[in-house]
């Protein structure tokens, strides 16, 4: 006599034997149980690993991996195989395995919360931008910086009053030999060489300004960081004007200021940065704060007064710390550091996470919280009844009057 499962299974796949034979193994809660052990011991192995390694270390290894080698020779699964394990664990749990009634609500509600809670995982891990913004007390901005993607920034100056004019592409080594429309500029650029990480070289050392930051004589190439977030690229181009000479430009990340080329007479500068941005506010760090324990020096805690201001709308005055972040739209800004430079004037960096899906965990707890809660009360209601009716059910012998 056939089980439901197989029922199931039979009706799913009656054509395809192999399917119908090895989908409902799939749902089996032995597999869940594997899943939830793995990720548990994932989640303090990369916890542990992370305070020696660092935060994009520990990520790199244990969480945004298919599998790591323990030893260099032995595999081991990372948290995206076991998640997309588990996520297709309850699929099929939910189709050969939960029974579709009004009584087991709550277990499909519960299982269901699951789903979205991995897929709210998959859309932060797919789709979730990670930046950070740097603001001195009065300064404002309108754009946060990348933590380890680099971009080509050309502009002008405006002249009478106007705006200068931006244009910017991210730079990588899979683009060098490509060339580089600036047309609104007069020129084109080839990007000859691209270095993810280097140094300038010896003889630039010692430098006393921005300015002496210009004459590069060459850059050296380095190991690339264990965290990108710690290279500083580097770029050799090549400018082609519309008309007159090319000209050859060596650019680096750590340079203070821009480069100034004469392109037919106009002044364009050109500097290797920091991605950007564009935020849909406009943030004005108001003044910062750092609490320290008692008689030591360990920040308790860092909290920064803003303004904030949308297009369009009215600015409000907030204050962000780093227990209570600033919430606007998809965008989530934390306080991350603080600092003061050499003149004792403060400064405040914020985390900032661009994430669409952001509300799916908070719909995935909500689901499981419901769905917990509903299984509870039937339980509940369940044994009322049967010990009701286990009292009314009379002994042998017993005499009723």
């Not at 244990?62 to 699929?91: C, D, K, T």
Request: include cysteine.
């Amino acid at each position: 006599m056939s089980s439901p499962i197989d029922a199931r299974a039979k009706a799913w796949f009656g054509s395809m034997p192999t399917l119908r034979s090895w989908a409902p193994r799939l749902a089996s809660l032995k597999i869940s149980v594997v899943c939830l052990l793995l990720l548990l011991i994932l989640t303090a192995w990369g916890t542990i690993y992370q305070a020696e390694a660092g935060l994009y270390a520990a990520q790199t290894r244990f969480f945004f991996s298919w599998y790591f080698l323990v030893g260099g020779f032995l595999p081991l699964p990372g948290a995206q195989l076991v998640m997309w394990v588990l996520f297709f664990n309850l699929i099929a749990s939910m189709v050969f395995r939960v029974t579709y009634s009004f009584a087991n609500i709550g277990n499909i509600l519960t299982h269901s919360g699951f789903l979205f809670l991995l897929a709210g995982s998959f859309v932060t891990f797919k789709f979730a931008q990670e930046s950070y913004l740097p603001l001195a007390e009065k300064e404002v901005s309108n754009v946060s910086l990348d933590r380890r993607a680099w971009e080509l920034a050309v502009w002008s100056d405006g002249e009478g009053g106007l705006e200068r004019k931006v244009s910017a592409v991210q730079l990588g080594t899979g683009q060098v030999g490509e060339e580089i429309d600036f047309s609104e500029f007069g020129f084109k650029a080839i990007l000859e060489n691209y270095y993810r990480n280097c140094d300038p070289t010896a003889d630039t050392t010692g430098m006393s300004g921005p300015a002496e930051m210009r004459k590069l004589g060459n850059l050296v190439t380095r190991r690339p960081a264990q965290d990108p977030e710690d290279n500083i690229a580097g770029a050799r181009l090549r400018i082609k004007p519309a008309g007159g000479d090319a000209q050859e430009l060596l650019l680096y990340g750590g340079q203070l200021e821009p480069l100034t080329v004469d392109v037919q007479g106009h002044l364009i500068q050109v500097t290797l940065r920091k991605q950007r941005h564009p935020l849909p506010v406009s943030i004005r760090l108001i003044d910062v704060k750092k609490e320290e324990y008692p008689g030591t020096g360990i920040a308790r805690t860092y909290q920064s007064d803003v303004e904030v201001k949308a297009e369009g709308a009215m600015s409000f005055k907030t204050r962000i710390n780093m227990n209570h972040p600033l919430h606007y739209k998809d965008f989530t800004f934390y306080q991350s550091s603080y600092d003061v430079d050499a003149q004792g004037h403060e400064s405040s960096v914020f985390a900032v996470v661009e994430n669409s899906g952001k509300l799916l965990p908070y719909i995935s707890g909500a689901m499981i919280f419901c769905g917990m809660l509903f299984h509870f009360l039937v339980m509940l209601f369940r044994y009322g009844n049967h010990a009701g009716k286990s009292a009314n059910v009379k002994s042998p012998g017993e005499v009723v009057k």
